[in-house]
């Protein structure tokens, strides 16, 4: 069986830890390098139910989306959830690995597996990656040069009313409480897409899918006033219906991308199906 420090370098080469943002935490949080591994479980969020998933499992190795400690600590003694978290996961001799940002970025990433779910053809991404971040991933895995960034554009293989486009988003992608939220009209048809899997409304975001004529952007955590103003401006002078979907969900496809990098070898893999999104009902 393969180590795990050998299994960390096929993530380190396909999501590079320095193509991260600043302010995230990525890679090894817990495990021996040196120990083996044979099982490994794939997840979004590294909740207290997918840590129970993946140490009745017998899992090796839990990696995540999201990291358990974004923010620094001084101590991870089991007196908090997540320091609890660390313990149980030593304790099961299971090992956890995070690949947030870095996979965000990457191709094929986050947002490939969010626009392919989606059945589009993808394109280039919506803010490519520069400066010292393109830099780190050169020579890796994780894509050319021209294909790094935040987000996606694609095409659906023939126009559809954004109704349909929106059932569409809803059959695609798992579902949570929330659903899918749609503001433009319903009857507007949707060929050209921008996808950016997570949180999509930074205005810079926002400015490149409408400068790019995108008919529709499918994002999560779209928050009311860049929401608004984006369809406010919209009805001024053009740009795209948007289509809000829940957090977890519109990360969730990229869990068997992931899985894919260790097909072939002699361990085991596991994407988990557990809906960790955190709104668990919804009253209409």
Known sequence: MPTLAEITAVF????????AQSW??????????????????????????VLDEALEWGADLLVTH???L???VNAVAATSYK????????????????????ADVARPGVSDALATALGLTVAGPILPLRGAALGAASGSSAGAADELG???????????????????????LPRTAAGVRVSGDLDRPVRTVAVCGGAGDDRELLAAVRAAGADAY??????????SEAMEAARFGGGPALVDVAHFASEWPWLSVAAALLAGGTVDTRVST???????SHAP
Request: with cysteine; net charge negative; hydrophobic share 40%.
């Open 70 to 72: 974004l923010k620094p």
């Open 274 to 280: 557990l809906v960790t999104d955190p709104w668990t």
């Open 150 to 172: 935040l987000g996606r554009f694609g095409t659906l293989p023939e126009p559809e009313p954004l109704r349909a486009f929106a059932e569409r988003v809803a059959t695609a």
């Open 24 to 49: 995230d935490a990525v890679g090894l949080v817990c495990g021996d390098p040196e120990a083996e591994v044979g099982r490994v479980m794939f997840a979004v969020d590294p909740v207290d139910a």
């Open 218 to 227: 499918v994002t999560a955590d779209l928050r009311h006033h860049p929401a």
């Open 83 to 102: 320091g609890r978290s660390v313990h149980r996961l030593i304790r099961g001799g299971c090992a956890l690995l995070t690949a947030h940002t870095n």
């Open 66 to 68: 999201h990291p358990l």
């Open 12 to 19: 380190d080469a396909a999501y590079p830890p320095a193509t």
